[in-house]
């Protein structure tokens, strides 16, 4: 649901990072909370572009290993347009940005959300998400939660729209298969290839689009009924 040839973000862009709670089988029950531990935690940062009267218009947001600044760095490069103006809450991480102007809000005796509204309101909205639709997210599979989460964000306004561009990405794609995501089938290995027969036919010649595009399909249709019965 990425579009490889979308633009970065351009002029005002807050950025900040977030955690979610993860805890596999070999983590411990008590993992500390709060701080910078990776232990039970996964780490998003976010870019929301502002517009010039200070509103929302598109968003970015990646899986991070840590909230080191060449992870930080490698995010703003890949997701701010160089020249951009980036606004940050006061962590290290952030300071001299490559190609971009740089203003750091320090977090002193208010809230977060209070200093990067908009960033705060998106992380909101995808832990809400998150708990709500999904009941909890897998760590492997996060960066695709994150991606459908900015795709619908980014056409939050324009439902239709999306619909066709959702097309048009998949489109210019290769033929993809349940085999082809390493991610995927390690992580249901165990469970689907138990027969012999599982991996020379079955799920190999599934193909993931016509299944997106189905599920899109359905989102639409249940969309409409709802506003037909306003």
Known sequence: MVNPDRNPLKDLVEIDETEMPF?????PEGRPKGGRSPVGKMFVVCAVELSSDGHP????????????????HGFIGQAVEPGAHIITD????Y??????THEAKVVTGKKAHEILHWVHRVFSNLKTRAKGVFHGLRKCHLQ??????VFRWNRRRHM????????????GLGPATYSDD????????????????????????ISLFPITVIY????????WVRNATH
């Open 182 to 205: 390493p991610i995927r089938l390690s992580s249901h290995k165990a469970r689907f290839c138990a027969t012999p027969t599982c991996g020379a036919t079955g799920l190999k010649g």
């Open 160 to 171: 239709r729209s999306g619909f066709d561009t959702l097309l048009g990405i998949g489109v």
């Open 144 to 149: 695709r939660y994150l991606d459908e989460f």
């Open 216 to 223: 899109f399909i359905c989102i639409d249709a249940f969309e």
């Open 23 to 27: 805890r596999s089988r070999h983590d």
């Open 90 to 93: 006061g962590w290290l991480g």
């Open 57 to 72: 218009r598109r968003i970015r947001m990646k899986h991070i290993p840590d909230g080191a600044s060449k992870t930080l």
């Open 95 to 100: 300071e001299n940005p490559p190609a971009n």
